[in-house]
């Protein structure tokens, strides 16, 4: 496979990236206008407040204008006093006037101009509020699973890894689209907006202590620069990726791919079996996806299963793991079961519960 150049792939992806930020999942807040209006309704009671206080004690306040106060002249006086104008026209001249000023309208100011200054305060709230959450989720986030792309394969793959019991909170997406970022922390997973061919972008996302790694771009260039960038922060990491061209499996194999799966090839291959056997595709479709029917489960061994065949065990057994080769279940190199072995099985799905080795089993025969 040809690579293009550095800069073509960089222009590619500078035409879709927005910027390098961490989005968290957070909840739905008020549009503006009804944070606007609240404020409003807000200010307009404190100074009614205000104004009834004024005029219920206006025999203790002087009109330059008349000497008297009426209705008029209270919210005149609230208006001027809450804004901190203070014309004088008007002023406190008994003592309980003056008391009132003190104990219950200089609260009421500095409410009033709590309200007016509320947007202010909100945002440097929220600022301060997301800078502690963002610094508390990069000091928590261990052994993690970042997701490159969050297409069709990326929303699927992290969907049936989810399915066994996955958190969402475990979950990071990194995409150069701003919108798809946004599609991703409204379905609950922290998002990192970007272009994951940087090991900038790939470092905020946390990579170097993730536990595993799907690559799901939408080019297959993009997956093995992805795939070698992160290879390069995370030595320990399972990463598996997704290309469209089958001749390019072994490239990102070589790039540091622990698995690869080829979209277009598999998609044929189940449109093929669909076709010579509608029922055998509906199975097919059904074991790769999780949680519903039928599952393939990967578990350890048990004690009371070691040195017993495959055909023996409770379980429908369909390959055993031994080491870095996966065997067939009557491969006559497994022989009789190890400890150390790994059983790939076919069981019930339970809806909603983590897939572990209690997960039951299909019945034999």
Same mark, same amino acid.
């Given at each position: 496979?040809?690579?293009?150049?550095?800069?073509?792939?960089?222009?590619? %992806?500078?035409?879709?990236? @927005?910027?390098?930020?961490?989005?968290?999942?957070r909840?739905?807040?008020?549009?503006?206008?009804?944070? =606007?209006?609240?404020?409003?309704?807000?200010?307009?009671?404190?100074?009614? =407040?205000?104004?009834? *206080? @004024?005029?219920?004690?206006?025999?203790?306040?002087?009109?330059?204008?008349?000497?008297?106060?009426?209705?008029?002249? =209270?919210?005149?006086?609230?208006?001027?006093?809450?804004?901190?104008?203070?014309?004088?026209?008007?002023?406190?001249?008994?003592?309980? =006037?003056?008391?009132?000023?003190i104990?219950?309208?200089?609260?009421?100011? *500095?409410?009033?101009?709590?309200?007016?200054?509320?947007?202010?305060?909100?945002?440097?709230?929220?600022?301060?509020?997301?800078?502690?959450?963002?610094?508390?989720?990069?000091?928590?986030?261990?052994?993690?699973t @970042?997701?490159?792309?969050?297409?069709?394969?990326?929303?699927?793959?992290?969907?049936?890894?989810?399915?066994?019991?996955?958190?969402?909170?475990?979950?990071?997406?990194?995409?150069?689209?701003?919108?798809?970022?946004?599609?991703?922390?409204?379905?609950?997973?922290?998002?990192?907006?970007?272009?994951?061919?940087?090991?900038?972008?790939?470092?905020?996302?946390?990579?170097?202590? %993730?536990?595993?790694?799907?690559?799901?771009?939408?080019?297959d260039?993009? &997956?093995?620069?992805?795939?070698?960038?992160?290879?390069?922060?995370?030595?320990?990491?399972?990463?598996?990726?997704? *290309?469209?061209?089958e001749?390019?499996?072994?490239?990102?194999?070589?790039?540091?791919?622990?698995?690869?799966?080829?979209?277009?090839?598999?998609?044929?291959?189940?449109?093929?079996?669909?076709?010579?056997?509608? &029922?055998?595709?509906?199975?097919?479709?059904?074991?790769?996806?999780?949680?519903?029917?039928?599952?393939?489960?990967?578990?350890?061994? @048990?004690? %009371?299963?070691?040195?017993?065949?495959p055909?023996?065990?409770?379980?429908?057994?369909?390959?055993?793991?031994?080491?870095?080769?996966?065997?067939?279940?009557?491969?006559?190199?497994?022989?009789?079961?190890q400890?150390?072995?790994?059983?790939?099985?076919?069981?019930?799905?339970?809806?909603?519960?983590?897939?572990?080795?209690?997960?039951?089993?299909?019945?034999?025969?």
């Amino acid at each position: 496979m040809k690579l293009p150049g550095h800069d073509a792939i960089a222009r590619h %992806a500078d035409e879709h990236l @927005v910027t390098h930020r961490v989005k968290l999942p957070r909840k739905v807040v008020e549009r503006p206008i009804r944070q =606007a209006a609240k404020r409003l309704v807000m200010a307009l009671l404190v100074l009614v =407040a205000t104004a009834f *206080v @004024v005029y219920a004690d206006r025999e203790g306040y002087h009109d330059n204008a008349n000497g008297s106060v009426d209705l008029l002249d =209270a919210f005149y006086y609230a208006t001027v006093t809450l804004s901190t104008t203070g014309y004088g026209d008007i002023t406190p001249v008994s003592d309980s =006037a003056r008391l009132t000023n003190i104990l219950v309208i200089t609260p009421l100011r *500095v409410l009033f101009l709590i309200i007016l200054v509320g947007t202010t305060l909100e945002v440097l709230t929220e600022r301060t509020r997301e800078e502690w959450r963002l610094n508390r989720w990069r000091s928590t986030l261990r052994d993690h699973t @970042v997701v490159i792309g969050f297409g069709t394969k990326g929303r699927s793959a992290i969907q049936t890894v989810c399915a066994t019991g996955l958190k969402k909170e475990q979950v990071v997406v990194v995409d150069p689209s701003s919108k798809v970022i946004d599609a991703a922390t409204a379905d609950g997973y922290a998002g990192v907006i970007g272009d994951a061919t940087r090991s900038d972008v790939l470092k905020r996302a946390e990579v170097h202590k %993730a536990r595993q790694i799907i690559v799901a771009p939408q080019r297959d260039d993009t &997956a093995v620069l992805v795939t070698l960038t992160a290879r390069q922060l995370n030595r320990g990491a399972k990463i598996v990726a997704a *290309v469209r061209e089958e001749e390019n499996a072994p490239l990102l194999k070589q790039s540091g791919a622990d698995a690869v799966i080829t979209s277009a090839s598999a998609a044929g291959r189940l449109l093929g079996l669909s076709v010579l056997s509608p &029922a055998a595709g509906m199975v097919m479709e059904d074991l790769i996806q999780q949680g519903t029917g039928l599952d393939l489960v990967e578990r350890p061994v @048990v004690r %009371a299963e070691v040195g017993r065949k495959p055909r023996d065990t409770d379980d429908l057994v369909v390959s055993v793991v031994r080491g870095h080769r996966v065997l067939g279940y009557d491969d006559p190199s497994v022989g009789t079961l190890q400890l150390t072995d790994r059983l790939i099985t076919i069981v019930r799905a339970t809806p909603g519960a983590q897939v572990t080795s209690d997960t039951r089993p299909l019945p034999r025969g």
